[in-house]
């Protein structure tokens, strides 16, 4: 069974820096492009960053361009979202991603096979 599991979510002051780990599990996803969705309460989930099969791609959202860094360590089967300058507005919980298509880049939520359960970001004003 496929598994994705996040962790290094919590709250923290704007200004401030978080780093998102995703472990997956239960086939290797050397081959698999990788991402990062977040949902806001109240609001639709969006796309965030994603990272191709071997980490030479990547792609981000517009809110978070700058400030945000997703990497990937192929060996580990582990995606990492690296957050800096978080903003109340990147307040959210943020879902790790996973397509079996090597350079994947869509921002379309259904397009994603793979999601983990979610892990929380707070960041206070």
């Known amino acids: 069974q496929v598994q994705l599991v996040e962790s290094g979510g919590g709250l923290v002051q704007a200004g401030g820096s978080l780093r998102l780990s995703c472990a997956a599990s239960?086939?290797?996803?050397?081959?698999?492009?990788m991402g990062w969705f977040r949902q806001a309460p109240g609001k639709e989930r969006e796309f965030v960053a994603t990272?191709?099969?071997?980490?030479?791609?990547?792609y981000y959202a517009d809110s978070v361009k700058g400030r945000f860094t997703i990497s990937r360590d192929v060996a580990k089967n582990t995606v990492y979202l690296q957050m800096n300058n978080l903003k109340p507005e990147d307040t959210a919980v943020y879902y790790c991603?996973?397509?079996?298509?090597?350079?994947?880049?869509?921002?379309?939520?259904?397009?994603?096979?793979?999601w983990g359960q979610g892990t929380h970001v707070t960041v206070s004003s």
């Open positions: 991603v996973g397509v079996d298509r090597p350079y994947y880049s869509g921002a379309s939520a259904s397009e994603y096979d793979y």
């Open positions: 239960g086939r290797t996803f050397s081959s698999y492009s």
């Open positions: 990272i191709s099969w071997s980490g030479g791609s990547t």
